[in-house]
């Protein structure tokens, strides 16, 4: 076989299929599973733009080169960081249907909230990538659902939209965390004081009379968790109504 034909075969099998088989003896040092944890290291610490392949392989103690017997890029890269971490994420099994989707919202929840480049994934690398960890989660949610007389359709349409809250609110928390970082906030008192300007104006128009109140009356503003269970058991109720469960 040509180099060429080779590499044309290789770019259409996939990264699960090729880490499946044996790894090169003289790379024994280097696995999927050490390259996946070092990267990860990294994100969590740095942020995902730190994760290069010259700065794996320093970290890994390695050739630059050596990474790419397994990996093709830094596309391969964050797929395998990917599926480590969602092999931390759990679905209870032996509970009703509920019960498994609201663990897998707050598992996924504090998943983020300790890997927040998980909110940096593109809106493409959010929805296509697939891991085998990350299959895995969805096969347990999915049989949670199963037995409840929805079709196929209904139980993705299911799980989608209580994956659509977690991830939205999960992102918008994790956007608020990083603000105040960038800004050297400690608090939602802090916040709200450098922002007392502009909101004094706004609400001083009348225009929002419904926003007063919510900033006057609420007492919750800064219980990220309250909020998200709260939302999270609405969308379940909503769930539940429509399907008679």
Known sequence: ?????????????SLWERLERPAPTRAAALTPQRIAAAAVAIAD???????????LAGTLGVAPMAAYRY???KDDILALMVDL??????????????????????????LMLGHPWLAR??????VLELTPNRMAVTERA???????????????????????????????????????????WTSG???RTALA???????????YPAYLRYAQGAQRKDDARWRFETGLDYVLDGIAARIGA
């Not at 610490?45 to 700065?55: I, K, N």
């Not at 759990?90 to 598992?107: C, F, I």
């Not at 991830?167 to 928390?173: K, L, Q, R, V």
């Not at 300007?197 to 225009?207: A, S, V």
């Open 1 to 13: 076989m040509t180099d060429r034909k080779k590499g044309e075969d290789e770019a259409v099998v």
């Open 45 to 55: 610490a740095e942020g995902l733009d730190a994760v290069t392949m010259r700065r």
């Open 71 to 73: 990996v093709s890029g």
């Open 85 to 110: 971490v969602y092999g931390e994420l759990e679905v209870p099994a032996g509970t009703d249907w509920r019960q498994s989707m609201r663990a897998l919202a707050l598992n996924t929840r504090d």
């Open 121 to 126: 994934l593109s809106e493409p690398q959010a």
């Open 142 to 184: 999915l049989t949670a659902l199963d037995g409840l007389g929805l079709d196929a359709d209904t139980m993705m349409s299911v799980l989608q939209t209580v994956a659509a809250y977690t991830y939205g609110s999960t992102h918008s928390e994790i956007a608020v965390r990083q603000l105040m970082e960038g800004q050297g």
């Open 189 to 191: 008192d802090e916040v």
């Open 197 to 207: 300007p502009q909101m004094m104006w706004l609400m001083n128009t009348g225009r």
